[in-house]
T-cell receptor, first 111, second 114 residues
Framework: LAKTTQPISMDSYEGQEVNITCSHN???????ITWYQQFPSQGPRFIIQ???TKVTNEVASLFIPADRKSSTLSLPRVSLSDTAVYYC????????????FGTGTRLLVSP | EPEVTQTPSHQVTQMGQEVILRCVPI?????FYWYRQILGQKVEFLVS????????KSEIFDDQFSVERPDGSNFTLKIRSTKLEDSAMYFC????????????FGPGTRLLVL
């Protein structure tokens, strides 16, 4: 399983765009990049998943360069409710293998 | 939107007691998981379950732990003789498995062992 590295914490203000970068230098051909969000005392919630280039959904965008050794989660116009821990994971193929969580990035959004 | 549910939301027990944590995965999902998160620490994998058997388990999942899918909807985690260090949030997750998908987590059960 590819190891991921992401900043321990980030601070932002309401209305700003937040970009959280994750490095995964030893990502394998069949691996996908998946991001989860976790609020205190809640289960991780799936945000977005991608393989290459750019993926966008109603919540976030995921940018993956051609070499796939890193990825950037972009949260447009964050609000206070986006304060959470964000996890970058590398997931094999169809995803039925165990998920390996790191410490994640603790995002604090202030007024 | 279908979701994974877990009961109870909170459980307090005495050391040495047995606890059963219950999960109802999303109905058409085929793969089931338990994870735990000790307060302030990472989410850790415990066990995965497919086709009525354990497909993988971690070092944490020792003989005190067992899982079962007693019927077509429930997925349970049993801890036979709880220890203080079993105090944690326990999350169930499920996965469709028939196409590229991701694991969906339940809200968790907070277990406190006194």
């Amino acid at each position: 399983l590819a190891k991921t590295t992401q900043p321990i914490s980030m601070d932002s203000y309401e209305g700003q765009e937040v970009n959280i970068t994750c490095s995964h230098n030893n990502i394998a051909t069949n691996d996908y990049i998946t991001w989860y969000q976790q609020f205190p005392s809640q289960g991780p919630r799936f945000i977005i998943q991608g393989y290459k280039t750019k993926v966008t959904n109603e919540v976030a965008s995921l940018f993956i360069p051609a070499d796939r050794k890193s990825s950037t989660l972009s949260l447009p116009r964050v609000s206070l409710s986006d304060t959470a821990v964000y996890y970058c994971l590398v997931v094999w193929n169809t995803g039925f293998q165990k998920l390996v969580f790191g410490t994640g990035t603790r995002l604090l959004v202030s007024p | 939107e279908p979701e994974v549910t877990q009961t109870p939301s909170h459980q307090v027990t005495q050391m040495g007691q047995e606890v059963i944590l219950r999960c109802v995965p999303i109905s058409n999902h085929l793969y089931f998981y338990w994870y735990r998160q000790i307060l302030g620490q990472k989410v850790e994998f415990l066990v995965s379950f497919y086709n009525n058997e354990i497909s993988e388990k971690s070092e944490i999942f020792d003989d005190q732990f067992s899982v079962e899918r007693p019927d077509g909807s429930n997925f349970t985690l049993k801890i036979r003789s709880t220890k203080l260090e079993d105090s944690a949030m326990y999350f169930c997750a499920s996965l469709n498995g028939t196409s590229k998908e991701t694991q969906y987590f339940g809200p968790g059960t907070r277990l406190l062992v006194l």
